[in-house]
């Protein structure tokens, strides 16, 4: 059994910071690329940031600048840094993961999500 799982949400005034984690966790014998989404109320979900397994990364060009991600291969966990936080930035945010099991099967994995919310 494999699970993703976020963490690090909550309420934070504008021009503040977060750090959100995903781990992953159970049986798993490789993690590969991973990723952060978000889905605001009213508003289909949208990436926010994906790193590959050699942590490359890739940034929607609202958050460029101000959020980073960012991966520890050894505990199978991925982070977005959020800075300068914005209103616009209040949403859901997923992380998904690339999870080869022990079986050698792969699948996206994704999290229930964690609230940010951004307000003065």
């Known amino acids: 059994q494999v699970q993703v799982a976020e963490s690090g949400g909550g309420l934070v005034q504008p021009g503040g910071s977060l750090r959100l984690s995903c781990a992953a966790s159970?049986?798993?014998?490789?993690?590969?690329?991973m990723g952060w989404y978000r889905q605001a109320p009213g508003k289909q979900r949208e990436l926010v940031a994906t790193?590959?397994?050699?942590?490359?990364?890739n940034y929607a060009d609202s958050v460029k600048g101000r959020f980073t991600i960012s991966r520890d291969n050894a505990k199978n966990t991925a982070y977005l840094q959020m800075n300068s936080l914005k209103p616009e930035d209040t949403a859901v945010y997923y992380c998904?993961?690339?999870?080869?099991?022990?079986?050698?099967?792969?699948?996206?994995?994704w999290g229930r999500g964690t609230q940010v919310t951004v307000s003065s």
């Open positions: 998904n993961a690339d999870i080869k099991d022990r079986d050698f099967l792969s699948y996206r994995y």
């Open positions: 159970g049986s798993i014998l490789s993690v590969n690329a």
């Open positions: 790193i590959t397994g050699s942590g490359l990364t």
